[in-house]
């Protein structure tokens, strides 16, 4: 009774007609939110697993989850207090906890690990984040908040600033954003730069990518202006760490010299990279996202559970 086609684990299971249709069905579900939610997911369970520390991933997955008549079991410790402590492996958890849900999210720092646990499962499982490689949720709710705001995603110039190379929203970001007609400015230092395997990708199939490391000269170009965190945790020492970190802040100057209709992303948690001086920006989008977040998880828990 595996049901691999259901899982969600990978931004490449997209393409544009079923993007399309997923913030279709997103909207739908902000006016269920609106009226406060609904049944749809009655007597159904979520099992939200994170091996990894969040805070808007799992709540607004266990909130979608809530809002439509659904109900949640979490552990959000499971390295530390799971039977993965006592050598369980990933897939026996998966075969474990699919008898107890319906729908099971996971996070956790090794690529591939999702994957791994869902091959167990024999319920949908959604990838809530894995190590560097892959966020697709996140990068669901950006391009749905970027569609909302612009009508489309073709003819935009999409900036994404940080730390490109650990970054996993702008890796999904990017393989989402490749269905669509847009360009791409990406700011990083050298040393973390977007994968080269992704900007090959998004070259081949026809878009047009600069990179450069100075922001200031660059902002003015793009329409969305992605910011992302550096991953300290993907660093291998602090020291490390220390030679990227506040290496590109968003703040009143700089906004000064963004386009007049341009909006500011963030999946948050930020930690110095935009000055909360700009939050009533109008342009700035970072907490509406978190809202737009669970609209797009109702609309992932209500497709793969039918
Ligand atoms: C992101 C993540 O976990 O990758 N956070 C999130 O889910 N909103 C971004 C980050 O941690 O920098």
């Known amino acids: 009774m595996q049901n691999y086609e259901k899982h969600i684990l990978t931004t ?30 009655k007597g159904r369970i979520l099992a939200s697993l994170f091996f990894e520390p969040s805070t808007r ?16 079991i979490s552990n959000y410790s499971m390295a530390t207090t799971s039977s993965v402590q006592k050598k369980e492996t990933l897939f026996d958890t998966g075969k474990v906890v699919s008898r107890f849900a319906d729908v099971i999210v996971m ?29 697709p949720s996140q990068a669901l709710l950006d391009l749905y908040t970027i569609w909302k705001e612009r009508k489309s995603l073709d003819g935009v110039v999409i900036g994404m600033v940080g ?33 080269r395997g992704i900007v090959e990708e998004l070259r081949e199939s026809g878009h047009e990518v600069r990179e450069t490391e100075d922001f200031g000269e660059a902002i003015g170009e793009m329409d969305v202006i992605g910011m992302t965190r550096v991953q300290e945790e993907r660093f291998e020492s602090k020291e490390e760490y220390a030679k990227y970190a506040g290496v590109y802040v968003l703040g009143k100057g700089e906004m000064g010299r963004a386009r007049t209709g341009a909006i500011v ?20 989008r970072y907490f ?6 669970v609209a797009i998880r109702m609309a992932l828990l209500a497709r793969v559970l039918g």
Request: contains cysteine; hydrophobic residues 40%; charged residues 25%.
């Open 288 to 293: 509406e996202q978190v809202s737009n977040g």
């Open 265 to 284: 992303l963030h999946p948050l948690p930020r930690v110095d990279e935009i000055s909360p001086e700009i939050d009533e920006d109008p342009r700035c």
């Open 12 to 41: 490449r299971q997209f393409d544009r007609a079923s993007l399309i249709l997923l913030f279709e069905e997103a909207l739908e579900m902000e006016r269920v939110l609106a009226g406060g939610g609904n049944d749809l997911l």
């Open 57 to 72: 991933t799992r709540f607004s997955f266990e909130t979608a989850m809530l809002r439509l008549g659904g109900s949640v």
């Open 107 to 135: 996070r956790h720092p090794e690529v591939g690990s999702v994957a791994e646990l869902a091959r167990g499962s024999r319920v949908p499982v959604i990838n809530g984040g894995d190590g560097p490689a892959e966020h």
């Open 163 to 195: 730390d490109l190379k650990n970054g996993r929203v702008p890796h999904s970001q990017c393989d989402l954003l490749k269905h669509f007609d847009c360009s791409f400015v990406f700011v990083a230092p050298e040393a973390l730069a977007m994968p």
